[in-house]
């Protein structure tokens, strides 16, 4: 079946300019998660959603990042007045259940990058 | 606090040699599960295995076996007789089941394996 797909696939964005990411996490998973992943790092997290709610955004590094799930599927992610700084991978993830334990299914993420 | 060390950050080895990749984890929690994850250079994060903190016994799938230890706090994942596919980077991460509701991964810095022909 399908898995988690992200676009785009790539993004420079001039600093100064708002960025939107997209997810499409697989049919039926509860819960999507954002992590962002710096050159030779391992990913971080960002935020949580279980369905619509989103119930964890201390990941979040800035008041300039935005995320939503209005009908409990698709996912975005914004991000305002970019900044050098966020130049990195946005992966996002999703998983059945909704605590630990449950493997996550990631996307090929979004490359931004800000010039 | 919780935390996931991976002190190998490359390792280099020609085709058919046994690998052992490094994983060593800090948590409060009496429940956890620990990953392994794999991404190759496509970017796609792949998942290897779980882990929960309860079960101890080692597992093994194929060339690939995993052994957890919690009186060292250690989830280290070995290759054996490596093939230049398994070049990738490779993390381990950490799922608290307690302090934490959402089942969010903290994941290692990673250690990049590269297998040579």
């Known amino acids: 079946g399908a898995g988690v797909s992200q676009s785009p696939r790539y993004k420079v964005a001039k600093r100064g300019q708002d960025v939107a990411l997209r997810c499409d996490p697989i049919?039926?998973?509860?819960?999507l998660f954002w992590y962002q992943q710096a050159l030779g790092q391992g990913p971080e997290f960002l935020t949580y959603f279980q369905n619509e709610a989103q119930l964890d955004k201390s990941g979040l590094p800035s008041d300039r990042f935005f995320a939503e799930r209005p009908e409990g599927s698709v996912s975005t992610l914004k991000i305002q007045r970019t900044q050098q700084e966020d130049s990195a991978v946005y992966l996002c993830?999703?998983?059945?259940?909704?605590?630990?334990?449950?493997?996550?299914?990631f996307g090929p993420g979004t490359r931004l990058t800000v010039t | 606090a919780q935390k996931v060390t991976q002190a190998q950050t490359e390792i280099s080895v020609v085709e058919k040699e046994d690998v052992t990749l490094d994983c060593v984890y800090e948590?409060?929690?009496?429940?956890?599960?620990l990953f392994w994850y794999k991404q190759p250079p496509s970017g796609e994060l792949v998942f290897l295995i779980r882990?929960?903190?309860?079960?101890?016994q080692n597992e093994i799938s194929g060339r690939y076996s995993w052994n957890f230890q919690k009186s060292t706090s250690s989830f280290n994942f070995t290759i054996t007789a490596s093939q230049v596919v398994d070049s990738a980077v490779y993390f381990c991460a950490l799922s608290e089941a307690i302090s934490s509701n959402t089942g969010k991964l903290i994941f290692g810095q990673g250690t990049t394996l590269q297998v040579k022909p």
């Open positions: 948590t409060r929690d009496t429940t956890y599960y």
């Open positions: 993830a999703s998983s059945l259940g909704t605590r630990g334990g449950y493997e996550q299914y």
């Open positions: 882990r929960n903190s309860f079960d101890e």
């Open positions: 049919s039926g998973h509860v819960s």
